[in-house]
């Protein structure tokens, strides 16, 4: 025997009505973002940004709108929390795109040490997430040093050119090799700390150029400066562990890891400097997080 099932229209006044979007809603939408481009404001610290959170968690169609928004702007919404607040990050195509060259150029016209500054970013997000669970776990909090940065990158020198010894290339790399052993000769060669009349650390020297790159992360609130230690000690923020769960597929990136000479420590400086040579390359995604 059929059962016979009898269909009938939903009551009209059980259907849900969507309200329209006010004005109002779109101001808060649009502040909500606003909140977002100010990285180092913690919604903890600001009563409106908060609740203009738990609205966006709360109601799908302020969230939809508020995405919307972040969208129109050329911007890629990485997660809206309490612990990261609304974390954006800028496509390549939107105006608030922060470019490698631009960032080089105001320390620097020389183009070597472009790649130097991308190649210390690189390795700041390397050493502060060196491992796949790091970036995966929202309680881990990474620890990095400016000389630690540094003599991770000279460790990661040393055995590229160990590597190109042993394939016979340490003159010139071949054409097809990766980014990094086209250009490890770059930083091996200049001067980790350098010398001035009145004891500064030179811009152009390594440690000045992990400065420069450990100082831009922390005013865009990457990083926060925990001590003078060891050039200066930092520890990383949930919107940078963000942004390098977006990275962290780069070729350049994975070929950094990939040398298997990240240390899993406080970030102190524990590896062992690599002799001086020369050569000049641009690696491959090395300027992240900005665009190239």
Same mark, same amino acid.
């Given at each position: 025997?059929?059962?016979?099932?009898?269909?009938?229209?939903?009551?009209?006044?059980?259907?849900?009505? !969507? &309200?329209? $979007? %006010?004005?109002?809603?779109?101001?808060?939408?649009?502040?909500?973002?606003?909140?977002?481009?100010?990285?180092?404001?913690?919604?903890?610290?600001?009563?409106?940004?908060? #609740?203009?959170?738990?609205?966006? +968690?709360?109601?799908?169609?302020?969230? =939809?709108?508020? #995405?919307?928004?972040?969208?129109?702007?050329?911007?890629?919404?990485?997660? $809206? &929390?309490?612990?990261?607040?609304?974390?954006?990050?800028?496509?390549?195509?939107?105006?608030?795109?922060? =470019?490698?060259?631009?960032?080089?150029?105001?320390?620097?016209?020389?183009?070597?040490?472009?790649?130097?500054?991308?190649?210390?970013?690189?390795?700041?997000?390397?050493?502060?997430?060196?491992?796949?669970?790091?970036?995966?776990?929202?309680?881990?909090?990474?620890?990095?040093?400016? @000389?630690? $940065?540094?003599?991770?990158? =000279?460790?990661?020198?040393?055995?590229?050119?160990?590597?190109?010894?042993?394939?016979g290339e340490n003159t010139d790399p071949a054409t097809d090799a990766p980014g990094l052993e086209?250009?490890? /000769?770059?930083?091996?060669? /200049? &001067?980790? %700390?350098?010398? *001035?009349?009145?004891? +500064? =650390?030179?811009?152009? !020297?390594? *440690?000045?150029?992990?400065?420069?790159?450990?100082?831009?992360?922390? #005013?865009?609130?990457?990083?926060?400066?925990?001590?003078?230690? @060891?050039?200066?000690?930092?520890? *990383?923020?949930?919107?940078?562990?963000?942004?390098?769960?977006?990275?962290?597929?780069?070729?350049?990136?994975?070929?950094?890891?990939?040398?298997?000479? $990240?240390?899993?420590?406080?970030?102190?400086? %524990?590896?062992?400097?690599?002799?001086? *040579?020369?050569?000049?390359?641009?690696?491959?995604?090395?300027?992240?997080?900005?665009?190239?």
């Amino acid at each position: 025997m059929t059962e016979h099932v009898e269909w009938s229209e939903p009551d009209a006044a059980a259907t849900p009505v !969507s &309200s329209a $979007v %006010t004005p109002a809603d779109a101001a808060d939408a649009a502040r909500l973002v606003a909140f977002g481009l100010q990285p180092k404001l913690q919604p903890a610290r600001d009563q409106e940004y908060a #609740d203009l959170l738990r609205r966006y +968690r709360e109601d799908p169609p302020f969230a =939809r709108l508020a #995405d919307a928004v972040a969208t129109g702007l050329g911007l890629i919404v990485l997660e $809206v &929390s309490p612990r990261a607040g609304m974390a954006v990050t800028a496509a390549e195509d939107s105006v608030f795109a922060v =470019r490698m060259g631009d960032y080089a150029r105001r320390t620097s016209a020389d183009s070597a040490d472009r790649f130097l500054h991308g190649l210390a970013h690189l390795a700041v997000a390397a050493l502060a997430f060196p491992r796949p669970e790091d970036l995966a776990d929202d309680g881990y909090i990474g620890r990095v040093t400016v @000389n630690g $940065v540094d003599a991770f990158v =000279r460790q990661a020198c040393r055995r590229l050119e160990e590597r190109a010894e042993e394939q016979g290339e340490n003159t010139d790399p071949a054409t097809d090799a990766p980014g990094l052993e086209a250009a490890w /000769r770059v930083w091996a060669r /200049r &001067s980790a %700390t350098g010398a *001035t009349k009145d004891a +500064r =650390r030179p811009a152009a !020297s390594t *440690t000045g150029i992990v400065a420069k790159a450990v100082a831009f992360l922390t #005013d865009s609130g990457f990083l926060q400066r925990t001590g003078d230690e @060891n050039g200066g000690t930092y520890r *990383t923020t949930a919107r940078y562990q963000l942004q390098v769960r977006d990275m962290a597929g780069s070729a350049a990136m994975a070929e950094l890891l990939e040398l298997g000479i $990240v240390p899993v420590t406080d970030g102190a400086a %524990t590896l062992l400097p690599a002799e001086d *040579t020369d050569d000049l390359e641009l690696v491959a995604d090395a300027g992240l997080p900005f665009h190239s």
